[in-house]
């Protein structure tokens, strides 16, 4: 349930981001619900129509319907604050994915000159950073295993973020390096020099 909710608003802001589309305050509120809409719908079809016997989601309809569901939000919500003081590092997930948050929204604040070069040259990086933000920040509130979701997304994604922007902005540098002309090129300098003359 809780992974659903997280994914479907990554997959809609990667695939806006895919298809250019720009992201105005009523999208994000869109994209903001979607996860919860959809899972609904999935929730309510399946206590209309239990084909396969009752599930997690359809009992849980039940209990809404039949005003019994506040004590299993408490008990949830519950358990997802008491997960960032689980153990002595989940305190501080929080910190990592906000400063993480941070990172990708504005690398030039941070003076994160290759990421930012990166970003210049696969624009879909900010785009698919975000997607994997958002289902980490998501996963984390919308399940009740709370931050040990977005703590066990780290150890993946961080790696291979890291590897995905030193192999772009190696690109962008090795561009750079061969777009300038062979003959003369005095890296020390900076500048170009004509054949035959020193400088």
Do not use: C
Not at 87 to 105: E, R
Not at 124 to 131: K, T
Not at 149 to 165: D, N, S
């Amino acid at each position: 349930m809780g992974g659903t909710i997280a994914m479907t608003p990554a997959y809609l802001l990667l695939l806006a981001g895919i298809g250019g589309i720009r992201i105005t305050p009523l999208r994000v509120g869109l994209i903001a619900v979607s996860g919860l809409v959809l899972i609904t719908a999935f929730a309510v079809l399946s206590y209309i129509y239990p084909a396969v016997g009752i599930s997690d989601i359809s009992a849980f309809v039940g209990h809404v319907v039949h005003g019994s569901a506040g004590p299993i939000l408490n008990r949830k919500a519950s358990a997802n604050l008491h997960s960032v003081t689980e153990t002595w590092f989940t305190p501080i997930v929080p910190i990592v994915v906000a400063v993480i948050g941070l990172m990708i929204v504005r690398p030039d604040w941070l003076r994160l000159r290759t990421l930012v070069r990166a970003m210049a040259v696969e624009p879909l990086l900010r785009s698919l950073f975000i997607a994997i933000w958002t289902a980490g920040v998501l996963g984390w509130l919308a399940d009740d295993s709370g931050v040990s979701v977005t703590a066990a997304l780290l150890p993946l994604a961080l790696p291979l973020a890291i590897v995905i922007v030193t192999m772009a902005a190696e690109r962008d540098g090795s561009d750079a390096l061969a777009a300038q002309p062979a003959a003369g090129w005095n890296p020390s300098e900076g500048r170009v020099q004509a054949p035959g003359r020193q400088g």
